[in-house]
């Protein structure tokens, strides 16, 4: 298939990467064009789980990426999703199938408004989290740290979901869960659980741009706390009727480890796989973008299900003191979908249906 792969960060050239290795035609495209910059050859080297070099296509604009792609794959950090998916909008056409790799806030939702209000009928799916972990090595190269087992996904409409499954299926291999919604993969992805308090807890090594790595500082402290953040993203997620995976269960599938507690887990990916570096600035999207699109959403949710979060209340608190901003209010999706004037049975609907 036709590819076009929107976003040139880690998990953009380890899409890239993964879907070329698979034979399919890809094309990658940079919104600022930096991320392409050392493709100069279209040559992409790859590591880890699995390695080798793939030619891929380098697209100098949106229009280019998309024209004659069968699929689209938005693979960027959620705070780069709106002004994206603005750009997108006016050159999908109808019948294209659009991923979300991976959707915080509802972001397909707005999407989904915006190809309406166009009147294009795309086939949107979202999934919970990345078929992979990765981290670019180079202006050219990335490693491929480990492809998960198991992982959610839901479309828009949600009477699409199988349909894009297979798709998905198709494109990456048969490592996908239908999930109930698009609200469901909103609530599913585990990434802000885990990145926030863990920056939280590392603050002086981010400060001082010390090396560190993840999973080996993950450690029991630190992981109760993670998993009571968890708890409250659960509790938020049976109140709108979900039942989304734990951590726990997300590194059991993501990771090959046994059920057991966090802390257990994290020293047993470090040890068998390595763990990711961790960040070394305040500039981290473990802040920028895991806070105002993944814990203050999770708990804008829990107030509208009128459940308490004070988990995650306050690791939006103390990481907004941390780096001096109000991350509360710095969720364009939320504000563009008019999320606080939503109530359960919309928010419910709007996730199952679309518009």
Same mark, same amino acid.
């Given at each position: 298939?036709?590819?076009?792969?929107?976003?040139?960060?880690?998990?953009?050239?380890?899409?890239?990467?993964?879907?070329?290795?698979?034979?399919?035609?890809?094309?990658?495209?940079?919104?600022?064009?930096?991320?392409?910059?050392?493709?100069?050859?279209?040559?992409?080297?790859?590591?880890?789980?699995?390695?080798?070099?793939?030619?891929?296509?380098?697209?100098?604009?949106?229009?280019?990426?998309?024209?004659?792609?069968?699929?689209?794959?938005?693979?960027?950090?959620?705070?780069?999703?709106?002004?994206?998916?603005?750009?997108?909008?006016?050159?999908?056409?109808?019948?294209?199938?659009?991923?979300?790799?991976?959707?915080?806030?509802?972001?397909?939702?707005?999407?989904?408004?915006?190809?309406?209000?166009?009147?294009?009928?795309? #086939?949107?799916?979202?999934?919970?989290?990345?078929?992979?972990?990765?981290?670019?090595?180079?202006?050219?190269? %990335?490693?491929?740290?480990?492809?998960?087992?198991?992982?959610?996904?839901?479309?828009?409409?949600?009477?699409?979901?199988?349909?894009?499954?297979?798709?998905?299926?198709?494109?990456?291999?048969?490592?996908?869960?239908?999930?109930?919604?698009?609200?469901?993969?909103?609530?599913?992805?585990?990434?802000?659980?885990?990145?926030?308090?863990?920056?939280?807890?590392?603050?002086?090594?981010?400060?001082?741009?010390?090396?560190?790595?993840?999973?080996?500082?993950?450690?029991?402290?630190?992981?109760?706390?993670?998993?009571?953040?968890?708890?409250?993203?659960?509790?938020?997620?049976?109140?709108?009727?979900?039942?989304?995976?734990?951590?726990?269960?997300?590194?059991?599938?993501?990771?090959?480890?046994?059920?057991?507690?966090?802390?257990?887990?994290?020293?047993?990916?470090?040890?068998?796989?390595?763990?990711?570096?961790?960040?070394?600035?305040?500039?981290?999207?473990?802040?920028?973008?895991? %806070?105002?699109?993944?814990?203050?959403?999770?708990?804008?949710?829990?107030?509208?299900?009128?459940?308490?979060?004070?988990?995650?209340?306050?690791?939006?608190?103390?990481?907004?003191?941390?780096?001096? #901003?109000?991350?509360?209010?710095?969720?364009?999706?939320?504000?563009?979908?008019?999320?606080?004037?939503?109530?359960?049975?919309?928010? #419910?609907?709007?996730? #199952?249906?679309?518009?």
């Amino acid at each position: 298939m036709k590819v076009a792969v929107l976003g040139a960060g880690s998990i953009g050239f380890a899409n890239a990467a993964l879907l070329a290795h698979g034979g399919h035609e890809v094309t990658i495209w940079s919104p600022s064009g930096q991320g392409t910059a050392g493709l100069l050859d279209g040559r992409l080297t790859f590591t880890g789980a699995i390695g080798g070099v793939a030619q891929v296509g380098v697209a100098s604009g949106i229009d280019e990426a998309v024209a004659g792609s069968e699929v689209i794959l938005l693979s960027l950090p959620a705070y780069g999703h709106a002004n994206v998916m603005r750009a997108l909008a006016p050159v999908v056409r109808d019948g294209q199938a659009v991923f979300v790799m991976p959707m915080l806030s509802l972001s397909s939702l707005y999407l989904a408004r915006l190809l309406h209000a166009r009147g294009t009928r795309a #086939r949107i799916a979202s999934f919970g989290t990345t078929v992979m972990t990765a981290r670019k090595t180079g202006p050219d190269s %990335v490693n491929l740290i480990s492809l998960r087992s198991r992982l959610d996904i839901a479309a828009l409409p949600a009477r699409d979901t199988d349909a894009m499954r297979l798709l998905a299926v198709a494109l990456f291999g048969d490592r996908f869960n239908a999930q109930a919604d698009t609200l469901a993969i909103a609530l599913v992805n585990v990434n802000p659980i885990s990145h926030v308090p863990l920056a939280l807890a590392n603050l002086s090594r981010i400060e001082k741009a010390q090396p560190w790595t993840q999973y080996d500082h993950m450690t029991g402290a630190t992981a109760r706390q993670i998993s009571a953040v968890d708890r409250e993203r659960l509790q938020v997620a049976a109140a709108f009727g979900l039942k989304v995976r734990s951590i726990e269960e997300h590194f059991h599938h993501s990771f090959g480890v046994p059920l057991t507690d966090l802390g257990s887990q994290a020293q047993m990916v470090h040890e068998r796989l390595g763990s990711p570096a961790g960040p070394v600035s305040l500039d981290t999207r473990y802040f920028t973008e895991d %806070v105002p699109y993944g814990l203050a959403f999770y708990a804008a949710l829990g107030r509208a299900a009128g459940v308490a979060t004070p988990a995650l209340d306050a690791c939006v608190v103390l990481a907004g003191a941390a780096c001096g #901003r109000d991350f509360a209010t710095e969720n364009e999706l939320a504000a563009a979908l008019g999320l606080a004037r939503l109530n359960v049975e919309d928010l #419910r609907k709007l996730a #199952r249906d679309g518009y």
